[in-house]
Structures are given as C-alpha cells and as structure tokens.
C-alpha cells in the first residue's frame, strides 16, 4: 500500500520585502493567517501530516503562533533550514545570509519524508480546488521504471500579480497534452497598467507576458524521487555558482525541475487553476488578502471560526 500524501510548507523566510514574519501576520479577526486556511484546504482535501521547513531563529515565534495551534487538527512535523547545512567540504561563504533557496529548502527534508508529498509557501493563499487536484494526482500516479511523474498546479499570471511591486513567478510553457515543457524563474515582473512585464537588467528593458500565460506558485507535487535528484545535483550547483555569487545564489526548485525535463527523466502533469491567487508579499498587500478572505467565508467557502467544524485527525 503506498504512503498517504505529506504536505511540505516552506516558512524559513522572513519577509524581508514585508518587513517581518509574515507567515504569523493575522488575516482575520480571529488570528487566522494565510497558512491556516493553506492547511484547512490541504486537511479538507485529505493531507493528515504538514511538515513545516523553517530557520532554528524563528522556531519558538512559529510553534507558539501556528505549529502548536494546528497540531490538534492535523500532524505537525519540523525540519530546519540553516545555511550551514552543506555537503561536506563546503562552508558558508563569509557575508552569505541569504538562504539557499527552495530547492535546498526541500532537500532538508530528506530524513523525514519517504514517500508522495506536496509543496507549498507558507505565505501563499492557493484556493481550495489546488489542494484537492494535487492531492487527487499524488494518490493515483507513481513513478514508473523510466521516467518520473510529478504535478504542478498552474494559475493564470495574471491573477497573481501585486499593485505594490514586482514578484518572482516560474513562467511556464505546457504542451497540448498538459505536460510542462519547460520552467523559467522571472525575478522581476511588474503589473504596468493592464500589462504585466518582465526585466532582467534592471528595468532598462521589458518583456510582455500575454494573459494566457501559466506560471509556478510553488504548488507541486512530487514522489520522493525528488529528494535524491535534488541531493545529487546540489554539489554540482555548489561548484558552479558559488565561484560566480557566493552571497546571493540560490538552488531553485523549478531549475531542478526543469533539467530534468531536459534530460526526459520526469514528467510534470500541470493542473491548471483559475483560482485567484492572494498573498502578502508587501505590507500594503495585506489589506487585499483580509478582504478576500472575508468575501470568502461570505460566500460559505470557509466557516467564520475556521478550525471549529474540523474533527482531529486523531
């Protein structure tokens, strides 16, 4: 019998952007934040274990506000991200206090998760249709001999996208058969008007993303094949970049993802949402997302008290 599902949450971020932890930053009269209604949606689709990724800096602040509060409606488990957390034979470079990214983040959970699991942000609002695709496709596909079979929840850029800056998105191109071909990290994609574009060199030129395209939240689902191509790949990344920019390189999942649909070993179902994406990745956001929550309970999507209606999963 294969394994149930585990819900992966990165949390290690502090916010720099936002200007403090905003994963414990309340969207509710009732100090719900986005990551509750991220774990009420992945409970309702099924999900009994969350494994939280966060810094040692911040663990008593996020056990006291969410890990501890949660823990009576779904199984709570932690792993740490710290920069010291390198293959042998590497050091942190002097000045680096940037993390090394999702891909490393993801990596640090190599010793507690041995089987299918889903990804999320902690600071991201998916929608409850997300969870329950992603849930649906761990459950029913697995690897088989030669290739491996991973999912991605898809949202239209367009309905992620900020008033208040830029945003980093993973621009997506997925074939006729719902397949995605290949990934590209965009740093820096700006709403101008009814347009989004994107820089490279610093806003000296822009690049129009039509309406139609899909673009990564971080939403995937994986089987644990992940975890050992993400451990066989992480010195040669190492090797590779930190010679070119030791303080700010970072080890991206999808750049993970994507070499490997390059080499034709993984297969990435993209499961398209048209689910409003809401987050707070500035302070001005935030206003945005507590009004969309409260139209969302209006609407009777969510309870008013959020965990109230939900039974232990013990």
């Known amino acids: 019998m294969s394994k149930k599902p ?14 403090g932890l905003k994963q414990i930053d309340p969207v509710d009269e009732y100090g719900n934040k986005i990551i509750d209604f991220s774990i009420y949606d992945a409970v309702s689709a099924g999900f009994e274990t969350v494994v939280f990724i966060i810094k040692k800096a911040i663990e008593k602040e996020f056990k006291e506000n969410i890990g501890d509060r949660l823990k009576d409606h779904v199984k709570v488990e932690y792993v740490y991200q710290e920069l010291d957390k390198l293959p042998k034979g590497y050091a942190v470079p002097e000045e680096r206090v940037k993390p090394w990214g999702t891909g490393h983040a993801i990596l640090c959970c190599q010793d507690v998760i041995d089987g299918p699991f889903a990804v999320i942000n902690a600071d ?31 949202y239209e850029l367009y309905n992620t996208l900020t008033e ?82 030791p303080v700010k390189c970072e080890y991206f999942l999808p750049f993970v993802v994507d070499e490997l649909l390059k080499e034709e070993k993984a297969s990435v179902s993209v499961l398209k949402s048209s689910d409003r994406w809401y987050g707070v990745t500035y302070k001005e956001d935030k206003e945005t997302v507590v009004e969309a929550i409260r139209q969302l309970k209006k609407s009777g999507l969510y309870p008013e008290i959020l965990w109230e209606e939900k039974k ?3």
């Open 6 to 19: 585990v819900l992966v949450i990165m949390a290690a971020g502090m916010g720099s952007r936002y200007g």
């Open 124 to 154: 991201d609002y998916y929608g409850r249709s997300a969870f329950q695709a992603i849930y649906n496709q761990l459950v029913n596909v697995s690897d088989d001999e030669n290739i491996y079979h991973y999912a991605m929840v898809g």
């Open 164 to 245: 208040n800056g830029h945003v980093a998105r993973g621009v997506c191109t997925v074939d006729e058969d719902g397949k995605l071909q290949d990934i590209h990290e965009r740093t820096r994609i700006e709403k101008h008007g009814t347009m989004a574009e994107y820089t490279e060199d610093d806003g000296k030129n822009w690049t129009k993303l039509s309406e139609e395209t899909l673009v990564s939240m971080n939403l995937w689902g994986f089987t644990e094949s992940i975890l050992r191509e993400l451990s066989s790949r992480f010195i040669s990344f190492l090797e590779g970049e930190l010679p070119k920019n």
């Open 312 to 314: 232990s999963y013990r």
